[in-house]
């Protein structure tokens, strides 16, 4: 019985090796092993195909000013630094990858017949109107065209972190200067989603965070994801996920709209939200120095015919090649963004070959 039970785990062993072997990752190892120290020290990377997941690796080398750092940023936050081992099951602040989520979940009441993407703002937020912007369209919302100038990234976001509710954020944009015509100017930024959060919170009754898990993360399993627990939801940028919890996500979006048998979103719905926005009519009046090119969609960056993805500002690299059939996530944290986009390509092409 025990020799029987031995031969078992080798033809299981022998099994595990064949299939890990089908792809080769070892270029894809050595990238990360190099570029770790660059991106925080600490690097997890997952990749999904063909139904299951191919690469969970992880890189953990932080050097004693990385851990300074990290120390220093979760006391600004109110929290206890975590330096244990980054791994597939981490949760982290995920910055921009947050859009990607918030434009689906929006999606969803467009799909059920609650929303329109042509629907006007103002139709449902009144404040907006008084302030000459309630003519901004729900989709000029997801794709960052709602013509208004807005402070930078990280000062809008510690600007709502102030706020008291969802109306005073909402009031706050009310009160910014518009730098163009909607629809006419692409100015990534945080006002659009917030905008479209204010609203589905309006004409359902419940609060960004609950709809968010009702909708997204409950059916998707993502049991690690969420948008925190602050007097005002961040759309744009406030949600905490891990490496497995987003790739439940990518897989979705890669199979149509559907996860585990079941439609989370319409196919519609996903082409609508890859089809890239920035046309020739229309200006760039802001656009990350790391996105320079870049098409974008709804809550998401094109790439190219076949790669949407949602960085964000902590280097954090989500992505789906439709073409190659596979998704993958890579979850970093780190502040300086010289050369990301670079990187990005980098890993990306590595991938690419890895499962050919």
């Known amino acids: 019985m025990e020799a029987r039970s031995i031969l078992l785990l080798i033809l299981i062993s022998f099994s595990a090796i064949k299939v890990n072997g089908q792809y080769n990752f070892t270029k894809v190892d050595n990238w990360l092993n190099d570029h770790a120290p660059e991106m925080g020290g600490r690097v997890v990377l997952v990749v999904y195909k063909n139904g299951r997941v191919v690469y969970n690796h992880a890189v953990n080398d932080m050097n004693m000013?990385?851990?300074?750092?990290?120390?220093m940023v979760a006391r600004k936050q109110g929290?206890?630094?975590?330096?244990?081992?980054?791994?597939?099951?981490?949760?982290?602040?995920i910055a921009s990858c947050s859009k990607w989520l918030s434009a689906a979940l929006v999606m969803t009441f467009v799909d059920e017949g609650k929303l329109k993407l042509s629907d006007t703002v103002g139709k449902y937020l009144p404040v907006l109107s008084r302030h000459g912007k309630g003519g901004i369209t729900i989709g000029q919302c997801l794709s960052h065209q709602t013509g208004i100038k807005t402070p930078p990234l990280k000062e809008s976001l510690e600007d709502m972190r102030q706020d008291n509710s969802m109306d005073d954020a909402i009031a706050d944009i009310a009160a910014l200067p518009?730098?163009?015509?909607?629809?006419?100017v692409f100015h990534y930024s945080n006002a659009g989603l917030q905008i479209a959060g204010a609203i589905i919170e309006?004409?359902?009754?419940?609060?960004?965070?609950?709809?968010?898990?009702?909708?997204?993360?409950?059916?998707?399993?993502?049991?690690?994801?969420?948008?925190?627990?602050?007097?005002?939801?961040l759309p744009a940028g406030g949600a905490y996920s891990t490496p497995e919890d987003y790739l439940n996500f990518l897989t979705m979006i890669m199979n149509r709209g559907i996860f585990n048998g079941k439609r989370i979103l319409s196919e519609n719905s996903i082409a609508q939200m890859q089809e890239n926005r920035i046309t020739a009519d229309v200006k760039i009046a802001y656009s990350p120095a790391e996105a320079g090119g870049l098409g974008y969609g709804y809550g998401e960056w094109v790439f190219d015919a076949?790669?949407?993805?949602?960085?964000?500002?902590?280097?954090?690299?989500p992505w789906i090649d439709k073409d190659k059939k596979y998704a993958a996530f890579m979850m970093t944290f780190y502040i300086k963004?010289?050369?990301?986009?670079?990187r990005y390509r980098e890993l990306k092409q590595l991938v690419d070959e890895a499962v050919k």
């Open 79 to 93: 929290k206890k630094a975590d330096l244990d081992d980054y791994k597939s099951t981490s949760k982290v602040a």
């Open 65 to 71: 000013r990385q851990k300074f750092v990290a120390r």
């Open 178 to 184: 518009m730098e163009g015509t909607p629809g006419k």
């Open 337 to 342: 963004s010289d050369g990301r986009q670079q």
């Open 202 to 233: 309006k004409i359902s009754g419940k609060n960004f965070e609950t709809l968010f898990a009702e909708r997204i993360a409950r059916p998707l399993n993502m049991q690690h994801t969420d948008f925190g627990n602050a007097k005002v939801a």
């Open 306 to 317: 076949h790669t949407v993805s949602s960085p964000g500002l902590f280097g954090s690299f």
